[in-house]
């Protein structure tokens, strides 16, 4: 699911950065934002941040500057703030047939591109509209109309 905002969010949203940090956007292979590490080569999917694994040689996606005020402390074009503001995700979590948010707003019509599975009002809430190719027609429900299994292709 997403991940909460902390306690006393308002105070936070006012974190500035300690002096000498940057932050240097970059284009990911599926040429989403990405986060471009020290050695200026390396470009990081947004939630290889601050997920207590040094994925940068110089470790600067663990460095306290991005994760001591999680999300308020990280690149704001790197997160996505879910529906009811209380919730986010990285955005390379958007839209990935998965309800990270709970409520659905990171999987929907409004963010994502048409659905290349089956829509439809499904079984399981993690599922949110969205059924993938890969499990229709195969025996199971999904649909609430059972459509993945009778009219998905």
Request: contains cysteine; hydrophobic residues 30%; charged residues 20%.
């Amino acid at each position: 699911m997403g991940l909460r905002l902390e306690d006393g969010w308002g105070l936070l949203a006012g974190f500035q950065p300690s002096p000498g940090w940057t932050y240097h956007q970059c284009k990911t292979a599926s040429q989403q934002p990405g986060f471009l590490c020290e050695d200026r080569t390396t470009c990081l999917l947004p939630s290889l941040l601050c997920d207590g694994k040094m994925d940068c040689s110089g470790g600067g996606d663990e460095s306290a500057a991005y994760c001591g005020h999680v999300p308020n402390s990280l690149p704001q074009n790197l997160i996505f703030k879910c529906a009811g503001q209380k919730t986010w995700v990285y955005v390379d979590r958007v839209c990935d047939m998965r309800n990270y948010c709970g409520d659905c707003s990171d999987e929907s019509v409004s963010q994502c591109p048409a659905c290349s599975g089956c829509r439809c009002d499904t079984v399981f809430f993690a599922d949110c509209a969205c059924i993938p190719r890969s499990r229709c027609r195969n025996g199971v429900q999904d649909c609430a109309d059972w459509s993945d299994e009778i009219l998905c292709d």
